[in-house]
């Protein structure tokens, strides 16, 4: 699987919008870029996922890049619930396993 | 039930016993896949089932570490001689059909003293 690069952490605050980069410049022509997010004591939950257009959906938007190197989740109106690690991952579709990195640590303030 | 069940959510063992770990998945789904994670890292792949059989077991740290799922539902991580090493969240997940959205568990806390 292409590696991901994002930052370890980021802050937003309450009812800004959250955009969350993440860079794959190795991807390859048939994978796909994933994001999920794990809220402390909890597992990774799934959030959107996408393979060269923009992907919108009931909780955030991904917005891909033309050259698909890179990529930004869009949180529209951060709340506090939102903070947790967010995860890009990128992987061929109808493949098994995700690879996980370390994500990035989001924090959002009142 | 609604989500997939993971028990115990706490497990406090002695080095050297042998633990167990069950995963329940969402019904019908036809894929399971374990992963652990320690502190401040991102969950790490284990083993991957597609029904009964082990698809990819290539996250598998040694021969300590064994997953069953006999009948393509439940399934069992088996830890053998512990070592403080293994302490870490044992997350499962399962997804409808291999390559689609995974639903995780929310993990066995296991403590090795």
């Known amino acids: 699987d292409a590696k991901t690069t994002q930052p370890p952490s980021m802050d937003c605050a309450e009812g800004r919008a959250a955009n969350l980069p993440c860079n794959h410049s190795?991807?390859?022509?048939?994978?796909?870029v994933y994001w999920y997010r794990q809220i402390h004591s909890q597992g990774p939950q799934y959030i959107i996922h996408?393979?060269?257009n923009n992907e919108t959906n009931e909780m955030a938007s991904l917005i891909i890049t033309e050259d698909r190197k890179s990529s930004t989740l869009i949180l529209p109106h951060a709340t506090l619930r939102d903070t947790a690690v967010y995860y890009c991952?990128?992987?061929?579709?109808?493949?098994?396993?995700?690879?996980f990195g370390t994500g990035t640590r989001l924090q959002v303030f009142p | 039930g609604a989500g997939v069940s993971q028990t115990p959510s706490n497990k406090v063992t002695e080095k050297g016993k042998y633990v167990e770990l069950r995963c329940d998945p969402i019904?019908?789904?036809?894929?399971l896949y374990w992963y652990r994670q320690s502190l401040g890292q991102g969950p790490e792949f284990l083993i991957y089932?597609?029904?009964?059989?082990?698809?990819?077991d290539s996250g598998l740290p040694n021969d300590r570490f064994f997953a069953v799922r006999p009948e393509g539902s439940v399934s069992t991580l088996k830890i053998q001689r512990t070592e403080r090493g293994d302490s870490a969240v044992y997350l499962c997940a399962s997804s409808l059909n291999p390559g689609e959205k995974l639903f995780f568990g929310s993990g066995t806390q296991l403590s090795v003293l």
């Open positions: 996408g393979l060269k």
């Open positions: 190795t991807i390859s022509g048939n994978e796909y």
């Open positions: 089932f597609q029904g009964t059989g082990a698809a990819d």
């Open positions: 991952i990128v992987r061929a579709y109808n493949t098994d396993k995700l690879i």
């Open positions: 019904s019908g789904h036809t894929a």
